[in-house]
């Protein structure tokens, strides 16, 4: 999708560049405290060798970052639908020595087409798919976040897997707690979706996917982990090369 399809003050890239055009320069210093789970969730991808993993709503390129040292040898992208969070990425990643490992671009999650955004010269068939696709703390900002896992689902290879972390509803945490935090992310447009779990067990049906739910910090954090399966006769994820 073409940066002038996105952009715009009335539109979602143009709510998110005007929010973060200047919290990109501390977010990550900031939000280390109150993102959790995000480190898990990098720990569990175990992508497969020379497999392929997109982050989507991918900021700062702080996760890509962590996620190619963790797991080196997979090919990483990241999309983002800000402009001004990609300029801060791109530097990021090029700081970090990552910038023929990692790639980024801009592109809406409810609507992209991976071929189409990386893969002119890319080693890998992207068209297929990819092995690992993870969401942190994004469906929680994006409007209309049904959407973006429908697309997220569509995105899987077979034999891939969709991981996820974001707010939960505060469930066994004190009530007055729930409220300041849910009135203070509300600043900045971001809403926890308190019909997640039923949304994601709907999206397991649809496409076929194998759903874990788990509640995180007393439900401060919700992570969720859908698999698609290898279809029978196919070779298993490990030894296809993906190179």
């Given at each position: 999708m073409a940066d002038g399809s996105l952009a715009g003050p009335g539109t979602a890239a143009g709510r998110m560049d005007a929010i973060y055009r200047s919290q990109r320069h501390i977010y990550d210093l900031?939000?280390?405290?109150?993102?959790?789970?995000?480190d898990r969730l990098i720990a569990e991808l175990a992508p497969p060798p020379g497999g392929t993993v997109l982050e989507i709503?991918?900021?700062t390129a702080r996760?890509?970052?962590?996620?190619?040292?963790?797991?080196?040898?997979?090919r990483w992208f990241g999309i983002d639908i800000s402009a001004?969070?990609?300029?801060?990425?791109?530097?990021?990643?090029?700081?970090?020595?990552?910038?023929?490992?990692?790639?980024?671009?801009?592109?809406d999650a409810t609507a992209f087409d991976l071929a189409a955004l990386f893969g002119a010269d890319e080693p890998v068939d992207l068209a297929r798919?990819?092995?690992?696709?993870?969401?942190s703390y994004t469906l929680s900002m994006i409007p209309d976040w049904r959407a973006a896992l429908d697309q997220a689902a569509r995105a899987l290879a077979p034999g891939g897997r969709l991981h996820i972390v974001d707010f939960g509803q505060q469930e066994r945490l004190p009530r007055w707690f729930g409220r300041l935090l849910f009135a203070w992310l509300a600043r900045f447009d971001v809403s926890p979706r308190a019909e997640l779990e039923a949304e994601l067990a709907a999206?397991?049906?649809r496409h076929g996917l194998?759903?874990?739910?788990?509640?995180?910090?007393?439900?401060?954090?919700?992570q969720a982990r859908l698999d698609r399966p290898v279809p029978i006769g196919s070779a298993p994820q490990e030894q296809r090369g993906n190179a």
């Amino acid at each position: 999708m073409a940066d002038g399809s996105l952009a715009g003050p009335g539109t979602a890239a143009g709510r998110m560049d005007a929010i973060y055009r200047s919290q990109r320069h501390i977010y990550d210093l900031t939000r280390k405290y109150y993102l959790l789970g995000r480190d898990r969730l990098i720990a569990e991808l175990a992508p497969p060798p020379g497999g392929t993993v997109l982050e989507i709503g991918c900021g700062t390129a702080r996760n890509l970052i962590a996620a190619a040292r963790a797991w080196p040898g997979a090919r990483w992208f990241g999309i983002d639908i800000s402009a001004a969070m990609l300029d801060t990425a791109g530097r990021a990643v090029r700081r970090a020595g990552l910038d023929g490992t990692v790639r980024l671009a801009r592109g809406d999650a409810t609507a992209f087409d991976l071929a189409a955004l990386f893969g002119a010269d890319e080693p890998v068939d992207l068209a297929r798919g990819v092995d690992r696709l993870f969401m942190s703390y994004t469906l929680s900002m994006i409007p209309d976040w049904r959407a973006a896992l429908d697309q997220a689902a569509r995105a899987l290879a077979p034999g891939g897997r969709l991981h996820i972390v974001d707010f939960g509803q505060q469930e066994r945490l004190p009530r007055w707690f729930g409220r300041l935090l849910f009135a203070w992310l509300a600043r900045f447009d971001v809403s926890p979706r308190a019909e997640l779990e039923a949304e994601l067990a709907a999206l397991a049906d649809r496409h076929g996917l194998v759903l874990r739910f788990t509640r995180l910090f007393r439900g401060y954090a919700w992570q969720a982990r859908l698999d698609r399966p290898v279809p029978i006769g196919s070779a298993p994820q490990e030894q296809r090369g993906n190179a």
